[in-house]
T-cell receptor, first 113, second 111 residues
C-alpha cells in the first residue's frame, strides 16, 4: 500500500546541535503528524499539521521544536537545540483527512549524545 | 481529559488460546478507536479499528468491542499464534484530529 518515507532512519547528534527529521507523506494525504516513542514505551503525540499550519500540539512539543512543509516538499520536524531527553524514535504519520486512518512511516531513531 | 488507559502491560498466553486487551478513554467525544501492532524495531501497523457508530467488529481472528457508555473498548485475539507476539497499542481519536495512544501491551504467545 502507500507508504510514508522517513529520512534518515538513524541520526546521532551532539547535544545542543540542530537536527531536522524529514518525512515524505503519502501523496494525496493532507494531514500530517509527529509522534515520539521512547524504547518500548507508548507513542506520544507531538503535533499535527494541516494546510500549512500547526493545528494542535502537546506539552512535549517544546519551544525548541518546529514543523513545516515548504511548498509540498518534505514535512519536517526540526529540533534546535537538541537535548539528551530528545533521544527517541520519531514517527511521522499522514492521513487523507481528519477522519481517516493514519499511515505511519518507519521512524527515525535519534540519539543525542 | 484525553488519556487512554491500557491493561494489561504484559500478557502471556499459550498458543491456541485467546488474548484480551482492555482500554478506557476519558473524552466522550472520541469517535474512532484503532488498534496497532508493533514488532520490535518496526513502525506501528493498523490491524483493526472501530468507529463510534458500532459496538462490535470482527476480522481475521480479531474482535473489537466498544462500550461507549462505559468508555471502554477491547481487543480479543482468538486462536493466538507465536507470530501474534508483539506490542499492541489501543488508541482513540478525540473530537479533533489527533490520535492518543494507550501505554501498550506486550503479548507473548508461547508454543
Amino acid at each position: 500500500g502507500p507508504k510514508v518515507l522517513q529520512i534518515p532512519s538513524h541520526q546521532i547528534i551532539d547535544m545542543g546541535q540542530m537536527v531536522t527529521l524529514n518525512c515524505d507523506p503519502v501523496s494525496n494525504h493532507l494531514y500530517f503528524y509527529w509522534y515520539k516513542q521512547i524504547l518500548g514505551q507508548q507513542m506520544e503525540f507531538l503535533v499535527n499539521f494541516y494546510n500549512g499550519k500547526v493545528m494542535e500540539k502537546s506539552k512535549l512539543f517544546k519551544d525548541q521544536f518546529s514543523v513545516e512543509r515548504p511548498d509540498g516538499s518534505y514535512f519536517t520536524l526540526k529540533i534546535q537545540p537538541t537535548a539528551l531527553e530528545d533521544s527517541a524514535v520519531y514517527f511521522c504519520a499522514s492521513s487523507l483527512d481528519g477522519d481517516s486512518d493514519y499511515t505511519f512511516g518507519s521512524g527515525t531513531r535519534l540519539l543525542v549524545i | 481529559g484525553e488519556q487512554v488507559e491500557q491493561l494489561p502491560s504484559i500478557l502471556r498466553v499459550q498458543e491456541g488460546s485467546s488474548a484480551s486487551i482492555n482500554c478506557t478513554y476519558e473524552n466522550s467525544a472520541s469517535n474512532y478507536f484503532p488498534w496497532y501492532k508493533q514488532e520490535p524495531g518496526e513502525n506501528p501497523k493498523l490491524i483493526i479499528d472501530i468507529r463510534s457508530n458500532m459496538e462490535r467488529k470482527q476480522t481475521q481472528g480479531l474482535i473489537v468491542l466498544l462500550d461507549k457508555k462505559a468508555k471502554r473498548f477491547s481487543l480479543h485475539i482468538t486462536d493466538t499464534q507465536p507470530g501474534d507476539s508483539a506490542m499492541y497499542f489501543c488508541a482513540a481519536r478525540t473530537g479533533g484530529y489527533k490520535v492518543v495512544f494507550g501505554s501498550g501491551t506486550r503479548l507473548l504467545v508461547s508454543p
